[in-house]
């Protein structure tokens, strides 16, 4: 287990609570858990100790809500917000009360028997103001010293009524530059790029802003439109306290307290907020056959390791994983969130995946004509078992016309095979017509290396109108991560 050991008191820090054990503190560093949102009350808890005065509060030029940094071990930063500013028993300086954003403190924001201010066990440490500086990953926003995001009022964040999304010049002009985005904050990047993805340039689905929700209140899905994506969509920013509002709220609907701590996958967060609380239909429609159908929001890729496919697409492994599990698709859906292939720390099935920018699933869909791979005719019947011949065809899926069915199984290699029927529209049958392509468009990734998530955003009609999004790049000294196991979500793609 990987451990700090912070000496009492270090000599570049004026003072921390001392333990009882001796003279090192142990700190873990592989538990780490996030901050909780605190009270507005938290200054009411001091009883005791005199506040400190404007003089020096104007010289450190920090206060209550400030970001700030203290250099504590060989010059590296612990990061962190103050939350009380005073004096304390037998210590001539002003003390800050500072919440860590790591567990990396001393405390919970008491000391000797009295509450200063709340925070969870091992965020809370007591320092000289002097002590603490500005936090510099903060610094290019204007606002100095940095405030929390609380800082603001809630008032000024919240924006009502139906705000459309971005496309083209506006979305540039809007989203793009430093502090925009969504503010990432507290282990909440799986969530900033899954709505920063799904609802800055779409209207895909909007419909779950709008939509009576499954609760009385309402209080999620207000929370969710006029608090994050109304804001994103007209002021282009959207503050980490109005995502951890959201946060808290999932919290208390899931009675799962680590919606406000710790790092989710996507799915778990949409399948939360889509089904339990708003009780929006099924993005997917599923079957296997000689089953009823299934649905879902999202789509795992499972398939089996193949050392042909050395750098597949999006189409090939969505193929391979339906053929795999013997589905097909119902209808056609309006947004298909497609996840790829999981993958540990050791082992990555694949080392790159392209993303197919258009998705033909035309061949999935379990009811609906299909041309013959061979002659492009009507097909009436469709062979699993050819699925790995790439003599016949580059594609997976195979569906033949009844002559070419019959054809292709004389082979002896295929003699053995059981071409199913496919069922074909009535009005196919009676005259013959061109039969149409489904094909759903990319509009947005979202990639994942080491639990931080990023996302790239389709915002225009051009080839090159995509965007890069990350909910920590104003941090300094960050770069964008390595893109790998993605969750690609698609839209239906209009005609011209």
């Known amino acids: 287990m990987n451990s700090l050991y912070l000496r009492l008191p270090p000599p570049h820090l004026a003072w921390q609570e001392e333990t009882t054990s001796g003279d090192l503190l142990k700190i873990p560093l592989d538990s780490i858990v996030k901050e909780e949102v605190t009270t ?122 139906k705000v459309p999304p971005l496309q083209g010049a506006a979305a540039v002009d809007i989203l793009e530059g430093d502090m925009k985005g969504i503010q990432g904050h507290c282990n909440s990047c799986y969530m900033d790029a899954a709505l920063f993805s799904l609802f800055s340039c779409s209207s895909v689905l909007d419909s779950l802003l709008f939509k009576p929700s499954t609760l009385p209140d309402g209080k999620i899905q207000e929370t969710l439109r006029e608090k994050i994506v109304n804001p994103l969509r007209k002021n282009g920013f959207v503050s980490a306290d109005s995502v951890m509002t959201l946060r808290c709220q999932l919290k208390e609907e899931s009675q799962c307290p680590s919606f406000t701590t710790s790092e989710k996958d996507p799915e778990e967060f949409l399948n939360l907020i889509m089904h339990r609380i708003l009780g929006a239909d099924p993005l997917l429609k599923l079957q296997c056959e000689g089953q009823r159908v299934q649905e879902c929001y999202c789509y795992q890729i499972f398939i089996e390791k193949q ?117 074909i529209p009535e009005g196919f049958l009676k005259t013959p017509n061109k039969i149409p392509r489904e094909t759903l468009e990319l509009f947005a990734v979202l990639s994942i290396e080491t639990s931080h998530y990023v996302s790239f955003v389709k915002y225009g009609t051009e080839k090159g109108s995509w965007m890069f999004f990350d909910s920590m790049a104003d941090r300094f000294g960050e770069h964008p991560v390595d893109q790998t196991e993605p969750v690609l979500i698609y839209t239906e793609l209009l005609p011209d």
């Open 40 to 161: 507005s009350d938290d200054q009411s808890l001091v009883q005791d100790g005199k506040s400190a005065s404007n003089e020096e509060q104007r010289k450190a030029d920090l206060e209550v809500d400030s970001l700030v940094q203290i250099r504590y071990k060989e010059g590296e930063l612990a990061f962190g917000i103050i939350r009380w500013l005073g004096y304390m028993p037998q210590k001539e300086d002003v003390m800050a009360g500072v919440e860590l954003e790591e567990d990396k403190g001393c405390n919970d924001g008491s000391w000797c028997g009295q509450r200063y201010f709340f925070c969870p066990p091992r965020r809370g440490l007591f320092v000289k103001l002097k002590a603490c500086q500005p936090d510099t990953r903060f610094l290019s926003s204007g606002d100095f010293p940095p405030k929390s995001p609380k800082h603001s009022k809630d008032d000024d964040r919240r924006v009502p009524g």
């Open 307 to 423: 050392q042909e496919m050395t750098v597949p697409n999006v189409q090939q492994l969505l193929e391979q994983s339906f053929h795999h599990s013997g589905l097909k698709l119902a209808e056609v859906p309006s947004c298909f969130i497609i996840q790829m292939p999981r993958f540990g720390k050791e082992y990555k099935m694949f080392s790159k995946i392209v993303p197919s920018l258009e998705l033909d699933i035309t061949d999935l869909l379990s009811d609906g004509p299909r041309e013959c791979v061979v002659c492009g005719n009507l097909a009436t019947h469709e062979c699993a078992e050819c699925f790995k011949d790439v003599i016949l065809s580059d594609h997976g899926l195979k569906q033949y016309c009844l002559v070419c069915c019959k054809q292709v199984h004389s082979h002896r290699k295929r003699k053995g095979h059981r071409p199913v029927p496919l069922k």
